[in-house]
C-alpha cells in the first residue's frame, strides 16, 4: 500500500489542478461547429500539457532548460516590442552566456576521458554547484513564472471565446462578478514548485555520482543518458504536447519513488562541495566524540550516504545516530565490529572508514582530509591509516618505481 500512495498522491494532485478546466469544458455551451482549420490544440488543458512538459525539462538541466526556453520564447517572438516585454530569462543578456556555459560543461565532459580524475574533479564540483545555483533560481523566478503564465492564458481572452460564460477569468455563472484567478494561481504554482524540487533532485543526483566516479567514461555515460532524456522530452512536447506530457508524468512518478535516494546524494554533494571550496579541513578538528559522516553502503539497516554522526558509547563499541530525511525522529544503528578491527582508508578528495575486509562503513567528508590520525585516535580505531582510492594507486606507483619503496633500508 505505501508504495502506490506517490501514485495515489500523484493523481489526486493532477485532478485538482486539471479540475478547473474540465469543468469549463464540460460547462460551455454548445456552439456552432467552426470552419476547417490547421489541426491546432486550443483546448483548456492544452497549456497545462505544455507546461508540465516546461518544467519538468528545466527541472532534468536547470541552466540548458532555462536558456533553451528564453531562446526559444524570443526567437517565437513577433517583434521587438513583444521581445521587450518577455521575461528576463527569456533575454538574449541571458542565455547566450548561459548556453556558453553549458557548452564549455559540455567540452569538460567530452575531454573527461583523457584528463586524470584530480584535474577533473574540482571542475565537476564547479559543475555540480552550478546545478543547485541555477535549480534554485529555476525553482524560485523561473516555474512561478511559467506557471503564471498557465494561469493568465485559462483566464485570458482565448478561454473566453471559447467559453462565453466565464466573464471575468474562473468565474462560474452564479459568481460571475468574483474574479478567482488567484485561485488558479493557488493550486498551480505550487504544484509546479513541487514538480520541479522532485525531478530536479533526482536529476541532481547525476552530478553527485560523477563526483563519486573515478572514471570519465561513466561520467559521459551518465551526462549523455541525462541530455538523451531531456532531448527526447523536447522532441515529444514539440510533435504533441499530450505525449510530452505523459511522459513527464512518467519522469515525475519515477523521480518520486527514488527521492529519498537522490535527497541522501544532495546532501552528500552539498556537504562535499562546501568543505572542498570553503576549505574546511584548515578550521576544522574532529571532536573527541560525536562526529558527522555519511553512512557508507555496508552499515546495515541504514541506507547509503545517510548523514548522521558517529557516537562511542559508554559500554564500548559504536553507534551511528541519524535522522530520515534530516527531521524524522532520530534512530540508532548499532557497529557489529568493534573499532579495534577497523581503518581509515585516506583517499585523494575524502577518506573512508573500513571495516575489517575493507568494506566502507562510512564516508568522511573532505573536512577530515589530514585528521585521519586524530579521528582514529579518538575512535581507538586498530587498523589505523593506510592509502586508498586513487591515493592507493599512486603510493602503489611510487613503489613500483622506486618512490617510498626504494628509501626503505634493508634489514
Not at 555540480?128 to 533560481?137: P, Q, R, Y
Not at 466573464?167 to 474574479?179: K, Q
Not at 582514529?376 to 599512486?394: N, Q
Request: net charge positive; glycine share 8%.
Amino acid at each position: 500500500m505505501k508504495r502506490l500512495l506517490p501514485l495515489f498522491a500523484l493523481t489526486f494532485a493532477l485532478g485538482v489542478l486539471f479540475a478547473p478546466f474540465a469543468f469549463a469544458a464540460g460547462a460551455a455551451p454548445a456552439a456552432p461547429a467552426p470552419a476547417p482549420k490547421a489541426p491546432v490544440d486550443h483546448s483548456p488543458a492544452a497549456p497545462v500539457a505544455t507546461a508540465i512538459s516546461s518544467v519538468t525539462g528545466m527541472a532534468i538541466s536547470p541552466l540548458l532548460g532555462t536558456s533553451a526556453y528564453g531562446a526559444y520564447q524570443w526567437f517565437s517572438a513577433k517583434d521587438e516590442k513583444a521581445r521587450a516585454d518577455l521575461p528576463w530569462y527569456a533575454q538574449w543578456t541571458f542565455f547566450v552566456p548561459a548556453l556558453l556555459i553549458v557548452g564549455a560543461c559540455a567540452a569538460k565532459d567530452a575531454c573527461g576521458t583523457l584528463l586524470p580524475p584530480g584535474l577533473k574533479k574540482p571542475f565537476d564540483m564547479l559543475e555540480t554547484i552550478e546545478n543547485k545555483a541555477t535549480g534554485l533560481v529555476a525553482a524560485g523566478a523561473v516555474v512561478p513564472l511559467t506557471m503564471g503564465a498557465l494561469s493568465k492564458w485559462v483566464v485570458g481572452s482565448k478561454v473566453a471565446e471559447s467559453h462565453p460564460f466565464v466573464t471575468d477569468g474562473l468565474a462560474m455563472i452564479h459568481l460571475a462578478n468574483v474574479d478567482l484567478s488567484w485561485l488558479l494561481n493557488v493550486l498551480t504554482i505550487p504544484f509546479g514548485i513541487a514538480m520541479f524540487a522532485v525531478v530536479w533532485m533526482a536529476s541532481h543526483a547525476i552530478n553527485v555520482l560523477i563526483l563519486l566516479s573515478p572514471w570519465g567514461a561513466i561520467d559521459a555515460a551518465l551526462k549523455g543518458a541525462r541530455t538523451t532524456l531531456l532531448g527526447v522530452l523536447t522532441l515529444s512536447a514539440t510533435i504533441n504536447p499530450w505525449v510530452g506530457a505523459l511522459l513527464s508524468i512518467v519522469v515525475i512518478l519515477v523521480a518520486w519513488l527514488v527521492a529519498g535516494w537522490a535527497f541522501r546524494l544532495t546532501i552528500f554533494g552539498s556537504v562535499f562541495c562546501w568543505d572542498f571550496f570553503s576549505r574546511r579541513t584548515n578550521r576544522f578538528t574532529p571532536k573527541e566524540n560525536d562526529n558527522w559522516m555519511f553512512a557508507g553502503g555496508n552499515l546495515p539497516g541504514v541506507p547509503v550516504r545517510t548523514y548522521g554522526r558517529l557516537v562511542q558509547r559508554t559500554q564500548g563499541g559504536l553507534e551511528f545516530m541519524y535522522r530520515p530525511w534530516l527531521w524524522l525522529a532520530p534512530r540508532a544503528a548499532v557497529l557489529p565490529a568493534a573499532p579495534a578491527s577497523m581503518a581509515i582508508g585516506q583517499g585523494l578528495f575524502f577518506s573512508t572508514i573500513l571495516s575489517e575486509k575493507s568494506d566502507t562503513l562510512f564516508l568522511l567528508p573532505p573536512r577530515y582530509r589530514g585528521h585521519e590520525e586524530t579521528l582514529a585516535r579518538a575512535y581507538l580505531i586498530g587498523g589505523g591509516v593506510r592509502p586508498a582510492g586513487l591515493r592507493k594507486a599512486w603510493h602503489s606507483l611510487k613503489e613500483l618505481f622506486g618512490g617510498a619503496a626504494a628509501k626503505t633500508p634493508v634489514a
